[in-house]
């Protein structure tokens, strides 16, 4: 099976923009779609980013998501940063047996 | 639109058999290509996804937790339905209840979650 690495935090201004990265640690990355959760303090996940890099009706179009095959990792970014992005954002993906795997997440913190 | 509720016990002991319900509305949990999964998070960390049930009935869970895990659908009521055996302290997290629409998917919409506490 495989692991999917996130940076536990990132931080960044208003108005900035910031990625956040997601690894695979073996296989390949486009094997299957990776998806973007977001979940705020207190709350349920909610969906920013599904098949890389496709964005669910609803989602500001300042978040964007991509892979590459070269580093095997995903990415979330999101531009014109706002103080309401501040929060935990997981990346997931599927194995061969199309088990769920989650990365560690990342707290995104805007100040 | 369709939205999903966990219920169960927010305390169990350990070593019994966590049980806990999600029920669906707005839709139809038999529909075909769903997928309908359960997800924890204990407190303060990150997410792990326990299983999945499709709609015919055939199920997926995380090679961790197999050997304890049981998910299973009621149609007649809209619900699906997770059993966790043998707890202990280190299953207290939040279970949240999820769709996925297709195999292979991404989760929407999620449930709002519900707390279970192992202790006794």
């Known amino acids: 099976n495989f692991m999917l690495t996130q940076p536990h935090s990132v931080s960044e201004s208003p108005g900035k923009t910031v990625t956040i990265s997601c690894t695979r640690s073996?296989?390949?990355?486009?094997?299957?779609?990776v998806q973007w959760y977001q979940q705020r303090p207190g709350s349920s996940p909610t969906t920013v980013i599904y098949?890389?890099?496709?964005?669910p009706s609803g989602v500001p179009d300042r978040f964007s998501g991509s892979i590459d095959s070269s580093s095997n990792s995903a990415s979330l970014t999101i531009s014109g940063l706002k103080t309401e992005d501040e929060a935990d954002y997981y990346c997931?993906?599927?194995?061969?047996?199309?088990?769920?795997?989650f990365g560690g997440g990342t707290k995104l913190t805007v100040l | 639109q369709v939205q999903l509720q966990e219920s169960g016990p927010g305390l169990v002991k350990p070593s019994q058999t966590l049980s806990l319900t999600c029920t669906v509305s707005?839709?139809?949990?038999?529909?075909?290509?769903?997928?309908w999964n359960w997800i924890r998070q204990h407190p303060g960390k990150g997410l792990e996804w326990i299983g999945s049930i499709y709609y015919s009935g055939s199920t997926y869970y995380n090679p961790s937790l197999k050997s304890r895990v049981t998910i299973s659908l009621d149609t007649s009521k809209n619900q699906f339905s997770l059993k966790l055996s043998s707890v202990t302290a280190a299953d207290t997290a939040v279970y949240y209840c999820a769709r996925v629409l297709r195999n292979l998917g991404w989760f929407d919409p999620w449930g709002q979650g519900t707390l279970v506490t192992v202790s006794s």
């Open positions: 098949e890389d890099d496709r964005r």
């Open positions: 997931q993906s599927y194995d061969s047996s199309s088990h769920v795997v």
């Open positions: 707005g839709g139809s949990i038999s529909s075909g290509t769903y997928y």
């Open positions: 073996s296989g390949s990355i486009a094997s299957n779609y």
